[in-house]
């Protein structure tokens, strides 16, 4: 292999970060402020990864290791490294691309911001960190990266701080990140005690030979993928990710399309094939109830970039499901081609606010195909992927992954029906949602004149992104075959890797070999695609019905399920939960502790030295009264005859001489008497 | 036993005593010189820094010293009291100026000296008496190294006594409002502590025979080794009660340095009222003095309590991490805010040495290093607001990023640093101790629980983020200008050592992971 090809994977992670520290230290400086530099940097760097792309078909796998440190002569060593394969090279395309054309959209869209030079570079080291997650081969490397990921996204999240939405924003994100990776944490542990090491092919290989005891396997795959559900936005810790809309728009595009949440479904990917029956389990009811949660949530939302957050949420949850499933490639799939469509949507919602002047709320426009016909055209396509509509990727990913549940129904049964019913029912529900989002948004009459008559369609610097990205969204891209991904070259090159407990047996959930997957996936094929275009065109049939043609009064429809609906614009609540118990119970045992600190421990030391002091006041009142009486009593003795000796003391010379005299004499009768 | 001098005296005892000749120099200049007395001081600790990093150039990190005299570097030995007395029972009195540094104590040495020269720099800003101040500040470098390179505990302990006095007036004289209290405060509850150690030290001492000389001994490597207790004597037998007492006094003594809860209480209080210097000396060097005693003293000398107590003491760390982090998000000055995450980040040290485990004892010890570089830099920014704004209080600030972008970056990047995040320096030391911590079966669930502390350190370091920098900018700071030159000097350097062992470990894991090893397993025997 050649020598430079090798180590194209590194430039392409380093590039990123270059355009970080230039831009960071000498921004300002820079004509435009850097712009070009990043944008330039991660188009080259889009380039490179294709090239690597190419050279992966024809070359295969292959991973680098290098030493990073190491304790003790014989002890553990610690290993920096990447590897390329159909994984990461595939996203390594991904997220080049997207954060290529999310830099180019930002150049328009942030144009005049007072830091500007500094969302140029954060978007950059936002880049290197998802890169880093991506090539990286091993786990302790992805933790370093996952958190600089959080680092990235609290800086993008909140990068309006002077206002107070995005600052709370950006610190939930982090810290609800944190709470994912806590767990994270703990299963990096669980896999270092029993295995020694980080790299992922030494991790797997060591479970392949039993080095992990089952119990303990599990509870590491579940914790590693706590890791996902905080970066995922997956249940009960999805609430960050609609608050994080607080960014600038095209981060929201990049956050939720390439970088960050695309994190955990990575995340679990690479650790699929170590995951237990019961880990499995876990993920695949986590993925479904978050795709259904937030699904729930989207019908009902007024502002465009939540409708789209909590979609993304809900599409997450599918790639999770699909993964848990077994579905690993139609999983990988579907994040790649929701990345093109979401960051489609977003960066076309982008537009729309940029052109209705930063109105957000979807009751307040409509009519804006007229205005934005481009905005409008890639954003239908996009709406039309995601909601699962043939000859869109969508389609071929969402509908894999349809077929997948119910494959995956077929083969455990019991409870397990409940996956492939949730996905049928987001799928009617996605299609209703996005249409009700298109329909109030671009058809219809204009509900505020005066924001349209001045709403115009963007430039080129930003549509441009939206054409590329719809495009993206066409079928033969991924596969020639409109209504099966089978076969396609993409599902091809990603292939299911086997899992290394095939055969075993969870609760529920039993992990077959792949060619028996298939087989159960053949059969759910048709029935799949038949009942999942149903749906589909059922939803958008309901969208049309309430919001074009306006037949059924919503308002009333409001009324009458009206629980229903304030639970689901409240968005279940869970923030209130959140708040009234984790929050209010973590600060009020630190005003407790704080409290006990001052009060108890402090009193206590305070109260030994009052004491001590006491004593020794009352040391000393003995030592005035007792000690020094008698000491003064002595004195006062002596004083006594001092004061009638000093009468002896008249200064003259011969009293002196008379008191020698007679002392001698005195002395002399005394020594005679003895 | 590699020897290092320069014009004849060993390079420690320059390390030493250089301060002292600093003070001399500093006392025998007339006060009103106070330029020449600010650059003299500064100049000795650039000194020091020279010094030291000649030593670093002759610093053989194959070699493990720790119980093994061979190992030692820049050994000095002389013998320094030699009293007999004949008649009375205590019999030959004999007490050596030993000094030595292996990879405990030669990370510790470095960090004096390079947090010195910060603490030096940042003192510029004093205004009050400054002859005492440098005075007093070089003497109290000499404490603290002292303590770190001395292996006779007589030795020892005469430094670690020597250090409460200068510190004493430090606070006491160059303190805020409540000065008096917070020095009073500081000197009682260490001496408090000393007296255990004392005790110890003497039971040690009578109980001790050197089995080459047949004499009473202080020399701590000698004490490491058990033949050096006849089985008769007080700590003659593994495991005794007496052990354990004497482990269980010398860890009060120790962990009223760090602090240990519950022992802390002394230390906000010190922080809120010393000037930033030395609270920049105090978190920076001093604490690591309580956790340095343990693993220099405490632990070699008493394996098997080490061993006996490592649940407790996982307990007190456990408790030390969480309660630690929950007080100082309750805080409302900056200051103090500071010094309840420094007690927090302490826990993490002592839950690292109480795994007994190779990963978690290096963690540890390099948490102690991060810690100090770290823990300086977030009090040089307490310091760099408090001196534009006279005022620490959370609530008053607010948009400070855009005011004063400079201060901002630096602050951020000590805040994520204690944070954890990777690429900076205490994210590999804090990795480790967990590591370390749950490979320990027996602290394991301890340790995950500990764990939760980087939620909560996550939290009120952001909070504290939002209320200082972010938002808009109270009108009232108008004027604050931002980080000057000299604020620059003191801090960069330690934010390009904070960068660099995130990145590079291996920079500062080489220097101590053989002594680590031979520790670990020297008490694990």
């Not at chain 1, 607080?246 to 955990?264: K, Q, R």
């Amino acid at each position: 292999m050649e020598f430079a090809l090798k180590f194209l994977p590194l430039a392409i992670l380093i590039i990123p970060l270059v355009s970080f520290l230039i831009i960071i230290f000498f921004g300002k400086r820079l004509p435009r402020q850097g712009d070009w530099l990043g944008t330039g940097f991660l188009f080259l760097n889009l380039f490179l990864s294709l090239y690597v792309f190419i050279a992966f078909m024809s070359l295969g796998n292959y991973s680098i290791t290098y030493d990073w440190f190491s304790l003790g002569a014989n002890e553990t060593k610690f290993t920096v490294g990447f590897v390329v394969d159909q994984l990461s090279a595939v996203m390594l395309i991904v997220v080049n691309l997207i954060s290529a054309l999310v830099h180019l959209f930002s150049v328009k869209y942030m144009e005049g911001d007072s830091k500007y030079s500094k969302y140029f570079a954060y978007l950059g080291l936002f880049t290197f960190s998802m890169l880093g997650i991506v090539i990286t081969n091993n786990l302790l490397l992805m933790y370093v990266f996952w958190e600089l990921v959080g680092l990235s996204s609290y800086l993008l999240i909140g990068f309006w701080y002077e206002k107070k939405p995005p600052q709370e924003a950006a610190k939930k994100a982090f810290i609800v990140n944190r709470i994912g990776d806590f767990g994270f944490l703990i299963g990096i542990m669980i896999v270092f005690y029993f295995i020694g090491n980080f790299a992922f092919s030494e991790i797997f290989s060591g479970i392949s030979s039993g080095k992990i005891p089952s119990g303990w396997l599990t509870a590491a795959g579940i914790l590693l993928f706590c890791g996902a559900i905080g970066k995922s936005a997956q249940f009960p810790l999805h609430t960050w990710l609609p608050d994080a809309m607080e960014g600038p728009t095209p981060v929201s595009a990049l956050i939720h399309a390439a970088t960050m949440v695309a994190a955990g479904v990575y995340l679990t990917a690479r650790i699929f094939i170590m995951l237990s029956a019961d880990a499995l389990t876990f993920v695949a009811f986590i993925g479904a109830i978050t795709a259904f949660i937030a699904a729930t949530i989207a019908l009902t939302q007024n502002d465009i970039k939540k409708i789209l957050a909590y979609s993304t949420v809900s599409q997450l949850g599918y790639m999770i499901m699909a993964i848990g499933v077994g579905a690993y490639s139609y999983g990988v799939f579907h994040l790649v081609t929701h990345a093109f469509f979401k960051a489609c949507m977003f960066l076309g919602a982008g537009s729309v606010i940029y052109g209705m002047h930063h109105i957000q709320n979807i009751s307040e426009m409509g009519g804006l195909r007229k205005k934005m016909p481009i905005t409008f055209v890639t954003f239908l396509i996009s709406t039309l992927a995601i909601s699962g509509i043939p000859f869109t990727s969508g389609f071929l990913s969402k509908d894999s992954i349809l077929a997948s549940t119910m494959a995956f129904g077929s083969i455990n049964g019991g409870i397990t029906i409940i996956i492939p019913i949730i996905a049928f029912l987001v799928a009617g529900m996605t299609a209703f949602y996005m249409f009700r989002l298109v329909i109030k948004t671009f058809l219809g009459e204009p509900r505020n004149k005066e924001k349209y008559d001045h709403c115009h369609e963007s430039p080129l610097q930003m549509t441009l992104p939206l054409m590329i990205l719809s495009g993206l969204s066409i079928f033969f891209f991924y596969s020639f075959n409109p209504f099966g991904a089978e076969g396609g070259w993409f599902i091809n090159v990603l292939k299911s890797p086997e899992s290394l407990l095939v055969g075993t047996k969870g609760a529920i959930y039993h992990i077959v070999s792949r060619e028996e997957f298939h087989e159960a996936l053949h059969h759910a094929h048709y029935p799949a695609m038949i009942l999942s275009l149903v749906l589909a065109g059922l939803g958008i049939l309901i969208s049309f019905v309430f919001y074009f043609w306006n037949k059924v009064d919503t308002e009333k429809l409001k009324k009458a399920l009206n629980p229903l609906y304030k639970f689901s614009l409240n968005k279940w609540y869970f923030d209130e939960l959140y708040h009234y118990t984790a929050v209010s119970f973590v600060m009020g045992l630190s005003a407790l502790a704080s409290l006990f600190d001052k009060y108890v421990i402090d009193g206590i030391v305070n109260g030994a030295a009052y004491l001590t002091v006491k004593l020794s006041d009352f040391g000393g009142l003995f030592d005035k009264y007792v000690v020094d009486g008698l000491v003064n009593f002595t004195g006062g003795t002596v004083w006594v005859f001092g004061m009638i000796l000093r009468k002896f003391q008249t200064g003259r010379v011969q009293t002196y001489i008379g008191f020698l005299v007679f002392s001698i004499v005195l002395l002399y009768f005394i020594f005679r008497w003895i | 036993m590699a020897e290092l001098k320069i014009l004849g005296i060993g390079v420690l005892s320059w390390m030493v005593f250089l301060p002292v000749l600093g003070m001399i120099i500093v006392l025998a200049l007339p006060k009103s010189q106070t330029k020449a007395i600010k650059y003299i001081a500064a100049g000795f600790m650039v000194l020091l820094m020279f010094i030291s990093v000649y030593m670093l150039a002759n610093y053989d990190s194959s070699k493990a010293g720790v119980n093994s005299l061979e190992g030692l570097q820049f050994v000095e030995k002389v013998t320094w009291i030699d009293v007999d007395f004949p008649a009375a029972m205590i019999g030959k009195i004999h007490i050596e100026y030993f000094l030595g540094a292996d990879g405990l104590s030669f990370p510790m040495v470095l960090l004096t000296a390079l947090i010195g020269f910060v603490g030096a720099v940042a003192s510029f800003s004093i205004k009050k008496n400054e002859k005492g101040y440098y005075a007093m500040y070089l003497f109290l470098i000499t404490g603290m190294m002292g303590t770190f390179v001395a292996l006779d505990f007589f030795l020892f302990f005469v430094f670690w006594e020597i250090m409460l006095f200068p510190m004493y007036f430090l606070i006491g004289i160059w303190g805020g409002e409540r000065r008096l209290y917070a020095a009073i405060k500081f000197f009682l509850y260490t001496l408090f502590g000393s007296v255990f150690m004392l005790i110890v030290m003497i039971a040690l001492f009578f109980s001790s025979k050197d089995p080459q000389t047949g004499l009473h001994t202080f020399n701590l490597i000698t004490l490491m080794n058990p033949q050096t207790f006849p089985p008769e004597s007080f700590f003659g037998v593994l495991g005794n009660t007496w052990r354990l007492l004497a482990f269980a006094g010398l860890f009060i003594g120790f962990a009223i340095k760090v602090p240990v809860f519950p022992f802390h209480t002394w230390l906000p209080d010190a922080h809120v009222e010393a000037p930033t210097a030395i609270s920049v000396i105090l978190a920076g060097v001093l604490l690591k003095l309580g956790t340095y005693g343990l693993i220099r003293i405490s632990f070699p000398i008493f394996p098997d309590a080490a061993r006996y107590f490592m649940y407790p003491m996982a307990i007190l760390a456990a408790i030390n991490i969480i309660y630690g982090a929950l007080c100082a998000m309750a805080q409302k000055d900056f200051k103090k805010l500071i010094a309840y995450s420094s007690i927090s980040h302490m826990g993490y040290v002592l839950l690292g040495m109480a795994s007994l485990t190779t990963i978690g004892m290096n963690g540890a010890i390099f948490q102690m290093f991060n810690h100090g570089t770290i823990t300086a830099v977030m009090f040089l920014m307490v310091g760099v607001i408090y001196d534009r704004a006279h005022t620490r209080g959370l609530y008053d600030f607010g948009g400070l990023a855009n005011k004063m972008p400079k201060y901002f970056a630096v602050t951020m990047i000590a805040f994520f640093a204690s944070i954890g995040l990777p690429g900076l320096s205490a994210f590999i030391s804090e990795s480790f101790i967990f590591l370390g911590g749950f490979n320990n079966e027996i602290i394991r669930i301890v340790t995950i629980v500990s764990a939760t502390g980087i939620i909560l350190n996550a939290a009120y370091i952001l909070w504290t983020v939002q209320r200082v920098f972010l938002g808009e900018l109270p009108t009232k700071w108008d004027g604050l200008n931002d980080i000057s030159v000299r604020e620059l000097i003191s801090s960069v350097p330690l934010i390009v050592i904070i960068i660099a062992l995130g990145i590079y470990p291996s920079l500062f894991i080489n220097l101590m992971s053989n002594s680590v090893t031979q520790l670990i397993s020297f008490i694990m025997k």
